[in-house]
């Protein structure tokens, strides 16, 4: 199972990786896959919390707030992942990445519709 659980990981983390940075950043994208694949560093899945921190580790260093937000949801949708004790940790920082960026996607539309500080109100129809 660990094996199976293993090559999921590493699909979804490959695909985000060439979605987000193969065509936008072609070098940090070769240093993904290297990090990723070609270090062993995550391939093989171990069931502990340090191998779920690599994972976030990754994450942070190659994608953006709302990029990580997503693979969050991506990876936390995967019920067997949820029921794991060493992935709890990582589910609790997804969750919270989750969050942030409702707010921030939230604080977006309600500063379009309230407007800059200061400023008056626009009137909604």
């Known amino acids: 199972m660990t094996a199976q659980l293993g090559a ?31 270090a062993n560093t995550l391939r093989r899945y171990e069931a502990s919390a340090t191998y779920w921190g690599r994972v976030q580790a990754t994450l942070d260093t190659f994608f953006t ?34 969050r942030m960026q409702e707010m921030i996607a939230a604080a977006a539309v309600a500063s379009s519709v309230i407007g800059p500080a200061g400023a008056p109100a626009r009137r909604l129809r």
Do not use: K, M, N, W
Not at 9 to 21: C, D, F, K, R, S
Not at 68 to 78: G, N, P, Y
């Open 8 to 38: 999921t990981i590493i699909q979804l983390l490959e695909q985000a990786g060439e979605h987000h940075l193969s065509s936008a950043a072609p070098d940090a994208y070769a240093a993904f896959l290297h990090q990723v694949g070609g």
């Open 65 to 98: 707030s709302a990029e990580r937000a997503e693979i969050c949801a991506r990876l936390i949708s995967h019920a067997e992942l949820r029921r794991r004790p060493e992935f709890q940790d990582f589910l609790a920082h997804a969750l919270a990445e989750r």
